[in-house]
């Protein structure tokens, strides 16, 4: 089992949307996906309601989540962390021990983006459109994402 985890701010928009989505992308008997925040401020929340909405524009249903903080012990138990952006980045890089940990860190969009440190931007204090371009984001980081996995 490939274990792969999702970490934005929060874990209610970003993170929420990208596991979702890649999950509908990849055989749930092969492979698990879970989301995290780094923060732990939304503790045990569902979503943002304005993910829930545009993962259902899309076919997806994502309120089965809970919000949760990212834990060391992540870092051991995932074989893919894929981060939102630099700040998750570098919340993440601080708890790691080893280079093999260390090595399962990525940016989220340097599938799309090889080599430039884009990040996703965090929709919270935006309108639906701020979620809805998140969502292309990464249902096209997603899609290189679950293409690479399957070939391995």
Known sequence: MTRILMVCLGNICRSPL????????LDPSK????SAGTSGFHEDELPDQRSIEVANKNGLDITDQRSRKF???DLKFFDYIFVMDTSNYEDVIALVETD???NKVSLILDKI????SQSVPDPYHNSIDGFNQVY?????????????LEKS
Not at 18 to 25: C, D, F, H, R, V
Not at 31 to 34: A, P, R
Not at 136 to 148: F, G, N, P, Q, R
């Open 18 to 25: 990208a596991e979702g989505i890649l999950k509908s992308k």
């Open 136 to 148: 292309d984001m990464l249902e096209e980081s997603c899609t290189v994402i679950a293409k690479e």
């Open 100 to 102: 093999e940990e260390k």
């Open 113 to 116: 983006f090889p080599g430039e």
């Open 31 to 34: 492979f698990e996906v879970d």
């Open 71 to 73: 834990l060391k012990e």
